[in-house]
């Protein structure tokens, strides 16, 4: 079992940054991408960014430039640096790990926490 533990939400005005962060415990296997989703009210929770256990990172167009993530292998953390916020982007954050076990691969989730942009 993989348990992940987000911190780091809360409210920032417009243009503010704020940091969030994820531990993940567990059974971590190496081949693994560690990353960040939301989901706004009424909306489908959507991919913010993701990084694997080489450095490499994905990230959705509305947030490359602004947001950062990366991750200590050591401590099975990842961060994400989101600077220049927009009050759009209000919404639950997920920490997610992607995982390969047993030829399979595996979703673990977060609690979710929430970031509210709003002055």
């Known amino acids: 079992q993989v348990h992940l533990v987000e911190s780091g939400g809360g409210l920032v005005q417009p243009g503010g940054s704020l940091r969030l962060s994820c531990a993940a415990s567990g059974s971590i296997f190496i081949l693994n991408q560690m990353g960040w989703y939301r989901q706004a009210p009424g909306k489908q929770r959507e991919l913010v960014a993701r990084?694997?256990?080489?450095?490499?990172?994905n990230y959705a167009d509305s947030v490359r430039g602004r947001f950062t993530d990366s991750r200590d292998n050591a401590k099975n953390t990842v961060y994400l640096q989101m600077d220049s916020l927009r009050p759009e982007e209000t919404a639950v954050y997920y920490c997610?790990?992607?995982?390969?076990?047993?030829?399979?691969?595996?979703?673990?989730w977060g609690q979710g926490t929430q970031v509210t942009v709003s002055s």
């Open positions: 990084i694997d256990n080489n450095g490499f990172r």
């Open positions: 997610n790990l992607n995982q390969l076990q047993d030829g399979s691969r595996y979703d673990y």
